[in-house]
């Protein structure tokens, strides 16, 4: 009988821990829509992107969709993959703010100075009972307002 009871607390036990604590989720839009790209949301992401090798030029939202025209060092920019990356973190002011970060991966390795802009998918950045949030692009002196 003791060798049942162990058996039971042991099982139970290893019920009880929660392997999720070690996921992290990634909050992505489905569908793009009228954008280039979705928006990710994720705190491992976000704190492993780098920023250092384009240049953000302008930013402007329309509509949905958050259009970065930036510019790195190229051939002709096809190779070029973006991704923009939210912090999870949602900073408590009158307007609430999200931190982003843009990811180029740009295997290209000519001299020429590219320009090109992407525009990305904002809706699945929007908060419950707010009609705006405040956006702070890294590599972006402004922040950027987006009204839904």
């Not at 929660?18 to 839009?29: M, Q, R, V, W």
């Not at 973006?82 to 009158?94: A, M, N, V």
């Amino acid at each position: 009988m003791p060798k049942i009871s162990c058996f039971l607390m042991f099982f139970l036990i290893m019920l009880s821990c929660n392997s999720d604590d070690d996921k992290t989720e990634i909050i992505e839009c489905i569908d793009s829509d009228n954008c280039d790209e979705c928006t990710l949301i994720n705190n491992d992401r976000y704190n492993q992107v780098e920023t250092d090798n384009f240049s953000i030029l302008n930013i402007e939202v329309n509509a949905d969709c958050l259009e970065i025209q930036f510019g790195s060092s190229g051939c002709n920019g096809e190779n070029w993959e973006t991704e923009l990356i939210s912090s999870e973190t949602i900073l408590e002011t009158s307007i609430p703010q999200r931190n982003l970060r843009m990811k180029l991966s740009n295997p290209e390795l000519c001299e020429a100075y590219i320009t090109k802009t992407i525009s990305f998918n904002l809706t699945n950045l929007q908060l419950e009972n707010y009609d705006e949030i405040q956006l702070n692009i890294a590599g972006f002196d402004n922040p950027v307002q987006y009204n839904y």
